[in-house]
């Protein structure tokens, strides 16, 4: 069993620049881990993805601005955040993923607002 803990967000200006970072209670270097965002109103959507062996993935809309990254000896995933507009505003979630188990952090707030 895995826990994660999501933690970083908060209120930020149109333009400025986030990281959030996903701590797991245990060793993630065998798992696939993703960001994942739930904006008000609207439906869950894939942030960025990582595989165990560090090859990353975004959506097209996502591709300039976001990038996962992850260091297994601090057992620890971050998404770096640039650029941000008010349409990012939303409950940002980590999850883990290893052949059938998946895992869901329980989300941190990021805010974008003048």
């Known amino acids: 069993q895995v826990q994660l803990v999501e933690s970083g967000g908060g209120l930020v200006q149109p333009g400025g620049s986030l990281r959030l970072s996903c701590a797991a209670s245990?060793?993630?270097?065998?798992?696939?881990m993703d960001w994942y965002r739930q904006p008000p109103g609207k439906q869950r959507e894939l942030v960025a993805s990582?595989?165990?062996?560090?090859?990353?993935n975004y959506p097209d809309s996502m591709k300039g601005r976001f990038t996962i990254s992850r260091d297994n000896a601090k057992n620890t995933v971050y998404l770096q955040m640039n650029s941000l507009k008010p349409e990012d505003t939303a409950v940002y979630y980590c999850r883990a993923r290893l052949g059938l188990t998946t895992y869901w952090g329980q989300g941190t707030q990021v805010t974008i607002s003048s």
């Open positions: 990582i595989t165990s062996g560090g090859s990353t």
């Open positions: 245990g060793s993630i270097s065998r798992y696939a």
